[in-house]
């Protein structure tokens, strides 16, 4: 699946909204990602261009999120909480995979302009488990695409967001829920995320502010207290440091 051939997959993903009316890029973004069957993409990408700066697009983030949630609660009995929320500098290319998260659950990314040059793929794994009669979670124990079999099986339903830029701010925002598919009992349909890091440079930046939002009974209170939220925001720190980049210190 090539979304540059596809032009109202293009439209379905890409955004640029003027003015950033939060409530409205909710809605927008809740019908693209938060999917329960597979006629939306699982996944957009909101670019905010380039003329706002880091704290404020954090925030911008917060209140999305928090907009989102309402958008949920207006179709449900439940509602979206954060599990966590974090800045981190990632310039290791991966496999298409999930991030660690209960069965629904989606990423709310925020990339931050960079001169490392990256490409980021979606691949459709609910969708491919559901064509071999499978459950996204026996769908992973079977082909996993870390292996490349399983890499393999997975490249028709995979789409390279074709307006990632480094030059701007952007939020993508990516269903990584595992469950199953029911048109009885709608559940969240997942997808896997793919980055490709074409020019590393541990001189450099490539800032991702990382959130992972997933959905929960109604009153649930936040895993990510309004303090930790307002760090979240405002912290400079940039961890970068890691299992297999043990000689990085983190940027304060």
């Known amino acids: 699946m090539n979304a540059d ?24 973004v809740y019908d693209r990602t938060c999917r329960t069957d597979f ?14 700066d ?10 999305l999120k928090r907009a989102m949630a309402g958008v949920h609660e207006s179709k449900t009995d439940s509602t979206l909480i954060y599990l966590s929320a974090a800045r981190f500098d990632q310039q290791e290319t991966t496999r298409p995979h999930l991030d660690g998260g209960p069965d629904e659950c989606f990423l709310m990314l925020g990339y931050e302009p960079s001169e490392v040059d ?74 896997l995320h793919t980055a490709t890091i074409l020019t590393p440079d541990e ?12 959905v929960a009974p109604a009153g649930t209170p936040e895993t990510i207290t309004e303090l930790q939220q307002k760090e979240f925001v405002t912290t400079s720190t940039i961890h970068r440091r890691g299992y297999d980049k043990q000689h990085l210190e983190d940027d304060t």
Request: charged share 20%.
């Open 118 to 191: 990256s490409e980021l793929e979606i691949s459709d794994y609910a969708k491919c488990a559901f064509d071999l009669s499978l459950s996204p979670k026996e769908f992973m124990a079977k082909h996993n695409p870390m292996f490349q079999p399983g890499y393999e099986l997975l490249r028709p339903y995979s789409t390279r967001i074709p307006c990632f830029s480094r030059n701007d701010y952007q939020i993508i925002c990516v269903n990584n829920s595992s469950a199953p598919f029911s048109p009885d009992q709608p559940m969240w349909q997942g997808t």
């Open 5 to 28: 051939t596809l032009p109202w997959l293009r439209k379905s993903i890409c955004m640029r909204p003027s003015p950033l009316e939060v409530q409205s890029i909710a809605t927008d």
């Open 39 to 52: 006629d939306a993409p699982g996944f957009c990408v909101v670019n905010v261009g380039n003329s706002i």
């Open 203 to 214: 001189s450099k930046r490539r800032v991702i502010n990382s959130t992972m939002i997933a």
């Open 54 to 63: 880091s704290v404020a697009f954090r925030q911008l983030m917060v209140e």
